[in-house]
Structure formats: structure tokens, C-alpha cells
Nanobody
Framework: QVQLQESGGGLVQPGGSLRLSCAAS????????MRWFRQAPGKQRELVAA???????DYKDSVKGRFTISRDNAKNTVYLQMNSLKPEDTAVYYC??????????????WGQGTQVTVSS
């Protein structure tokens, strides 16, 4: 069984910063793409950022230049550094990963979510 555990959410003022972490644990052969999603109240879950095992990244347009996704493959951990936060960034943030349990068996796993609230 594989688990993804997020941490680092909280309350921050507009213009502030937060760093989210998501650590994968369990019977992991390797991890391919890792992602951060978010879901605001009354809205659909949306992709915020993604990173491949090789370090290639992709971002939602509204967070480009403010958010940075990174990963530590040795620790099976993905990070999301969020700077210049805005009230519209308020949401529950979820990590997601394509985890290979064997060389040929891949499943997609989700974390439980961490709340980020941007408010003065």
C-alpha cells in the first residue's frame, strides 16, 4: 500500500509565502509524474503544477512566476513553494503521483489534502 502525506498548509496574509510538502511511502518501485491540484469551495479540482521524474515542470497560467514545484527523488517527496499568495489561491491542495509498484504496474495515488487560506 502506498500513502501520500501532505504538510505545510495554513493561514497566510496576501503577499505571503507557504511551502507544501508531500511524501510518498510504502511499497514503491519508482514514481513518475507528481502533481499538485487544488479545489476551492464550490469549484472543480484543478491542476496547479506538475513535475516529471527528470525535473521537467508545467504550471497553471495563473501561478506561473509565483509557484515553484520541485521534488527529491531519494525521499519520494514533492514540494510546492508558493510566493506572492493571493486570496484566490485559497483552496484545499492535494498532491497526486503516478507510482510504479513494480516495473509494469502503475497506480495513481492522492494525498488527503491540506488547507491553504490566504486572508488578511
Amino acid at each position: 500500500q502506498v500513502q501520500l502525506q501532505e504538510s505545510g498548509g495554513g493561514l497566510v496574509q496576501p503577499g505571503g509565502s507557504l511551502r507544501l510538502s508531500c511524501a510518498a511511502s510504502g511499497s514503491i518501485f519508482s514514481i513518475n509524474r507528481m502533481r499538485w491540484f487544488r479545489q476551492a469551495p464550490g469549484k472543480q479540482r484543478e491542476l496547479v503544477a506538475a513535475i516529471t521524474s527528470g525535473g521537467s515542470t508545467d504550471y497553471k497560467d495563473s501561478v506561473k512566476g509565483r509557484f515553484t514545484i520541485s521534488r527529491d527523488n531519494a525521499k519520494n517527496t514533492v514540494y510546492l513553494q508558493m510566493n506572492s499568495l493571493k486570496p484566490e489561491d485559497t483552496a484545499v491542495y492535494y498532491c497526486n503521483a503516478d507510482v510504479f509498484l513494480t516495473i509494469a504496474t502503475m497506480h495513481v495515488y492522492w494525498g488527503q489534502g491540506t488547507q491553504v487560506t490566504v486572508s488578511s
